[in-house]
């Protein structure tokens, strides 16, 4: 697999995996009237750092 394809792929895995933490807490938030913890907010943060890391990188 070409480097460009590799970074493709990581970049729609982080896609899908931040996609489905949000929408957990979006549930929460709007169903379970459940605010987020703090360190889930923090990680998800994380994690989309680390996705402009890897987008920006060449």
């Known amino acids: 697999m070409t480097d460009i394809k590799h970074k493709k792929e990581n970049v729609k ?3 899908k ?3 489905q933490n949000l ?3 979006h549930l929460q938030v709007t169903e379970e009237l459940i605010l ?3 360190d889930d907010v923090k990680d998800l943060m994380d ?4 996705l402009l ?3 920006e990188s060449k």
Do not use: A, F, G, V
């Open 17 to 19: 995996d931040l996609r």
């Open 23 to 25: 929408k957990k807490m």
């Open 53 to 55: 890391k890897l987008i």
């Open 13 to 15: 895995t982080h896609l």
């Open 36 to 38: 987020p913890k703090p």
């Open 47 to 50: 994690k989309m750092d680390k």
